[in-house]
């Protein structure tokens, strides 16, 4: 959009070198959530003092970006199959739908003993219903609600696979409904599990509440299920994440500076170059988790 408004490849490198070092907390955090709630998963409540275990945690997150990779190689970097992307984006956001509210339901049930047992709870504790109202000033919330409301033009992931990768117009009319039903659903069990936590006064940072509250209740079923939720999104986010940056990237930093070979296998170097941004990519944003952020849940609550 740069380069169309001031027609100029300079903007268009400099926007992307921006979007580029803007997102790599945001992949990095990713990463370290799929490797932190794997340990987590893996030793449970029994040994929460090893789940920082650096090399363990880095080999999951380099094996989890080899494999986000291949995934964006095979789904993403040839333009014929951005309807197998769609596709799989789609299947994903039903996958963590329907962990997160099959979580919140357990949480519900296990942890109040059903809903009016929650309503009991939050009479004996109205200060977690009150946090709904007073849980920030007034200038905080109005900055979080701009910035929401801004990610789908600020954020290319998002822009990507609304703009780029989509092959019907006309979803434009199923989106105006579908797209707030999701977000009502997605955020009907936040509140529960998030309860749940503080009802059973785990010291586990709150956003791997879906994952520890049915550890905690010896639930391994429903543990392994919010983890394949949490792992689906994060898959997701990091797949448009990857593809997005990628094609800025060969647009506005490759193409202009790079004379193609031959006319003849033109697509064929096109595909290469992407896969192996995408590649780079991958690797640079495990290479910033590696060196940015901390090892484990149990040292970011007692940091």
Same mark, same amino acid.
């Given at each position: ?21 803007? !997102? ?42 080899? &494999? ?9 970097? %040839? ?8 596709? $799989? @984006? ?54 979080? @609600?701009?910035?929401? +409301? ?7 992931? +998002?822009?990507? @696979? ?17 797209? /707030?039903?999701?977000?009502?659903? !997605?955020?009907?069990?936040?509140? /529960?599990?998030?309860? &749940? ?26 543990? +392994?299920?919010?983890?394949? &939720? ?7 986010? !990091?797949? $448009?994440?990857?593809? $997005?940056?990628?094609? !800025?990237?060969? %647009?506005?930093?490759?193409? /202009?500076? %790079? ?25 640079? &944003? ?18």
């Amino acid at each position: 959009l740069l380069v169309f408004r001031y027609h100029s490849h300079l903007v268009g490198a400099l926007a992307t070198l921006i979007m580029l070092l803007a !997102m790599l907390p945001l992949i990095a955090l990713q990463i370290q959530a799929v490797a932190d709630t794997m340990m987590l998963l893996i030793k449970g409540q029994e040994q929460p003092t090893q789940i920082g275990q650096l090399g363990v945690q880095q080999s999951l997150g380099l094996v989890y970006c080899v &494999g986000i990779a291949v995934f964006a190689v095979l789904f993403g970097a %040839n333009r014929e199959h951005h309807k197998g992307l769609i596709s $799989a @984006m789609a299947f994903e956001s039903l996958i963590k739908l329907l962990a997160l509210l099959i979580v919140g339901g357990y949480v519900i049930s296990a942890c109040f003993g059903g809903l009016e047992g929650l309503d009991q709870w939050l009479s004996d504790n109205p200060h977690h219903a009150l946090a709904l109202y007073t849980a920030s000033d007034g200038a905080t919330a109005h900055t979080l @609600m701009l910035v929401f +409301i801004a990610t789908a033009i600020s954020m290319p992931h +998002i822009f990507h @696979m609304t703009v780029v990768e989509n092959p019907v117009k006309q979803s434009s009319d199923l989106a105006s409904w579908a797209f /707030p039903l999701f977000l009502l659903l !997605m955020a009907l069990p936040i509140f /529960p599990i998030l309860w &749940g936590g503080y009802q059973l006064t785990l010291d586990t940072p709150s956003q791997y509440f879906p994952l520890a509250v049915p550890l905690a209740q010896g639930n391994a079923t429903i543990s +392994i299920l919010a983890y394949i &939720g949490g792992l689906s999104a994060a898959t997701g986010a !990091m797949v $448009a994440m990857t593809l $997005a940056l990628t094609t !800025m990237m060969l %647009n506005q930093w490759i193409l /202009p500076s %790079n004379s193609l070979r031959t006319k003849r296998d033109l697509y064929r170097q096109l595909i290469w170059m992407r896969r192996g941004l995408i590649a780079l990519v991958s690797m640079i &944003g495990f290479s910033y988790c590696l060196l940015y952020t901390s090892p484990s849940p149990r040292d970011l609550s007692t940091s």
